[in-house]
């Protein structure tokens, strides 16, 4: 497997996708890059494309207890090695592109996202419920809200 | 022909797990379908952030009831890689042994699980009497079959003894003609291959887009391992072969599996003869700095991905675990339109199922 | 009439049959677990299993009809019964006339009628689609299984199975001149009995408990005991066709080599179900047809050669 040679990915995605794009130092084992959420499906594209990188580990979404009006979402892709793309959502509006479209895979990770922390995806179908019961009627079980 | 809708599941003979899918069939034709999971979903990644570090090695153990080594081995080493100590040598290649003799109890498991779900009992038997062989290994390491409590942040909690070493040589020789012999009968008999060749090929390219892993991945000839690929030591150090078919169809992920069992024998030969001295374990701090680490391991049915934040207290602030069975039921309902209803228990043995680890 | 009521209640009818039901049951899964390294059970656990399954609640779905979901169970066992009454059992045949051949290949296949139609008045979905499949598999090897079935009455010039016994004592126990229509009498029961690897109709994994999904204790019960007693009738009757050539032996003898080749026969289908996996349903039709009826039909035409 191809090593990711990091540098160059992040120049052609922020040339390609004009937007801010800023690799930083945070997980361990992984390269870290801060976008937008709204540029997601661009790089979703330009990691394909250019990068022939498919692989998509997981989803994570988590809530930073210094920073308890935002969730953070981190797409975790593989290609030989991690990288990693974070970005920060507002608990008002909790809405992402989906990138199923180009990525039929990350189904699963965003309907689970959708169910525990109550993302909506837009662009995709609707989410009928995959781990929650048909009847269940509370806010989503893995946010917490503070009000 | 009238449509019917034929429910599997929760509870199915064919589903050692909960788990339901809703198929639409005309005559012995399967439409299509649709799924849903969370019947043993626990919250483990919730659970986890409300328990210390040691107390959730324990807890990870409990994701799964195959593969449980490898997902604390995971756990393990992300807690490490915040904390920034390297675990000792002999530690690393006893992990990795026993990773090793679970990914060959659970195939043999699953080779017996296809063969039942095919109506061949006696590979069932034969497979799983041979399974007990690396049961015994395992309870002599660590005192437990299934849940071995052998890793702790830091190290491992059980060392080899001559006497473990022996038991592990004589069974692993054992398993060595019992796995070439049911590989024998399997790649004989008729039926059986009837039965599985040519139902619910994948292709590679729908593999990449699904990003399945595992042994579906590489029996669809997509050449991806992780133990290779992406290792942690010691398989840097290890030299085996990644088994690939170009078929992906049951047929195909029979073999991978079959062949795999075999590798893994080999590996657990070498990690044995290059097993180095020294202690099994160093320190580890109850506190762990603030940081955040993903590992992946190489599970028996593919890669295990752990995403680790700590806030520097001494419990988690997010644990976020994904295992290879959730890529792999998201192709579930695709593989399960165009086939016949016969054919159902055969594609989901040969995804080899582990709804507990999808739902955590 | 006293002797008209034991050889109806006793020898050769219920009692007998359904002892031996028990007995070659009980060989068969012992024989199947040592196969796979297993114990196996101990003799009495196929009564152990039936007394169970009659002491249990028997429940039917919202709307099943009852009378018709006891009753088919009944007829096909007493249609099974009086198939059994008959053939001849160790060269005894109190009730033998001219055509009794074809009179129990009719009554055998009652019982696989009255599954399908088991299936479709239980109302389950795995059971409409296990009496679905029985139909099918009914069709594919019934064919080659009659076809099969005429070569010992074509070469024995009797359509009775104590005449095609009596030609064997002259000609020879008739497996020798029909191998092929023996083993294909022998792929024919394995489907009729529903025995694995042709257990399409009830395979666990697939269709749960196929028809009989739904059935449960007394009636569940019957079935499994008709079931038994349809192996003994089918096992009975290739014997007599086939290997049937004792009827002039000494009589301690005959009964000796007849329980033999009854051993024989219960190891042939065990071992034939402890290695072959399940066929699906349209590779046993392909079997049937284009394999096992030319095969059949091969079988005839060296048959009525050999007549001429």
């Known amino acids: 497997m191809s090593q990711i040679r990091f540098d160059e990915w992040v120049r052609e995605i922020r040339e390609a996708v004009g937007c801010e794009c800023e690799p930083y130092d945070g997980i361990q084992n992984e390269y870290t890059i801060r976008i937008p959420a709204a540029n997601l499906r661009d790089v979703m594209g330009i990691l394909k494309d250019r990068f022939d990188c498919y692989h998509l580990s997981a989803i994570t979404a988590q809530q930073h207890e210094d920073r308890p009006e935002e969730l953070e979402v981190i797409y975790h892709f593989w290609k030989g090695e991690g990288i990693s793309f974070v970005m920060t959502l507002p608990l008002e509006s909790l809405v992402i592109e989906s990138i199923t479209p180009d990525l039929p895979g990350a189904d699963f990770y965003e309907r689970e996202l959708a169910e525990l922390y109550g993302v909506s995806f837009s662009g995709r179908e609707e989410i009928p419920p995959l781990l929650l019961p048909d009847d269940w009627n509370q806010p989503p079980p893995f946010l917490s809200k503070k009000d | 022909m009238r449509k019917i809708t034929v429910p599997i599941g929760p509870q199915h003979p064919l589903l050692k797990e909960p788990l339901s899918m809703k198929l639409e069939i005309s005559g012995e034709r399967v439409l299509g379908g649709t799924l849903r999971l969370g019947y043993v979903h626990r919250g483990i990644e919730k659970l986890a952030q409300q328990r210390t570090y040691v107390q959730n090695v324990h807890l990870i153990e409990r994701i799964c009831g195959i593969c449980s080594h490898v997902h604390t081995t995971t756990y393990c080493s992300a807690v490490e890689a915040i904390l920034g100590i390297e675990i000792p040598p002999r530690a690393q290649y006893i992990r990795a042994l026993m990773c090793e003799l679970e990914r060959i109890h659970s195939h043999l498991l699953w080779l017996g699980i296809l063969a039942k779900h095919v109506g061949l009992d006696t590979i069932f038997m034969h497979a799983w009497h041979d399974r007990e062989l690396v049961l015994d290994i395992m309870e002599s390491i660590s005192g437990g079959r299934v849940s071995h409590a052998a890793n702790e942040i830091g190290g491992v909690r059980f060392d080899l003894d001559e006497e473990n070493e022996t038991l592990i040589r004589t069974n692993i020789s054992k398993l060595h003609d019992q796995v070439s012999g049911v590989l024998d009968v399997i790649e004989n008999e008729p039926a059986l291959q009837a039965r599985t060749r040519g139902v619910a090929p994948i292709s590679t390219d729908l593999i990449r887009q699904y990003c399945m892993v595992g042994p579906i991945a590489r029996a669809s000839g997509l050449d991806v391992d992780l133990r290779r690929d992406d290792p942690w030591p010691p398989y840097d150090r290890l030299d085996f072969n990644v088994i690939t078919h170009p078929d992906g169809d049951a047929w195909a992920r029979t073999i991978v599996r079959a062949e795999e069992t075999r590798e893994s024998l080999h590996l657990c030969e070498a990690i044995l003869r290059d097993l180095p001295g020294g202690d099994v374990t160093v320190r580890a701090p109850r506190k762990v700095p603030a940081g955040e680490a993903v590992t992946r391991s190489e599970a028996p049915r593919g890669e295990v991905f752990y995403y680790l934040r700590s806030d520097g207290s001494d419990q988690p602030a997010r644990l976020k675990i994904r295992t290879p069975t959730l890529p792999a039921l998201s192709l579930l309902p695709e593989q399960l339109s165009a086939i016949n209803v016969a054919d159902i228990p055969v594609v989901l043995a040969g995804i080899d199922l582990c709804i507990a680890c999808a739902d955590r | ?308």
């Open chain 3, 1 to 308: 009439m006293i002797e008209g009521l034991f050889f109806l209640l006793f020898f050769p009818g219920l009692a007998f049959q359904v002892v031996c039901g028990l007995a070659f049951e009980w060989l068969d899964r012992k024989l199947l677990a040592r196969f796979q390294r297993r114990v196996g059970p101990p003799w009495y656990q196929p009564l152990a299993d039936l007394i169970k399954l009659f002491s249990k609640e028997d429940l039917l779905p919202k709307g099943a009809n009852h009378l018709i979901a006891a009753l088919l169970p009944l007829v096909s066992f007493s249609a099974v019964l009086t198939a059994g009454l008959y053939i001849p059992v160790a060269g005894f045949t109190p009730f033998s006339f001219e055509g009794d051949l074809i009179v129990i290949l009719f009554l055998m296949s009652v019982p696989t009628l009255a599954y399908y139609l088991a299936g479709i008045v239980s109302l389950g979905v795995y059971s409409v689609l296990g009496g679905g499949r029985s139909l099918l598999q009914f069709f594919s090897y019934e064919v080659p299984l009659l076809i099969a079935l005429s070569g010992p009455a074509i070469l024995g010039q009797s359509w009775s199975v104590a005449g095609i016994m009596e030609a064997q004592t002259v000609q020879g126990p008739f497996v020798i001149f029909q191998p092929l229509g023996f083993i294909l009498a022998i792929v024919g029961l394995i489907g009729k009995l529903k025995r694995d690897p042709l257990d399409i109709p009830s395979a666990k994994s697939e269709v749960v408990g196929g028809s009989l999904t739904e059935i449960t204790g007394t009636k569940l019960g019957l079935w499994h005991l008709l079931m038994k007693v349809q192996a003994v009738v089918g096992i009975f009757l290739v014997i007599n066709l086939y290997l049937g050539w004792l009827k002039y032996l000494p009589a301690h003898l005959s009964i000796l080599v007849f329980v033999i080749e009854c051993l024989i026969m219960v190891v042939i289908l065990s071992v034939t179900s402890a290695v072959f996996a399940r066929l699906r349903i349209d590779q046993l039709a392909g079997l049937g047809w284009k394999i096992l009826v030319p095969l059949a039909l091969l079988q005839i035409g060296f048959v009525i050669l050999m007549g001429v």
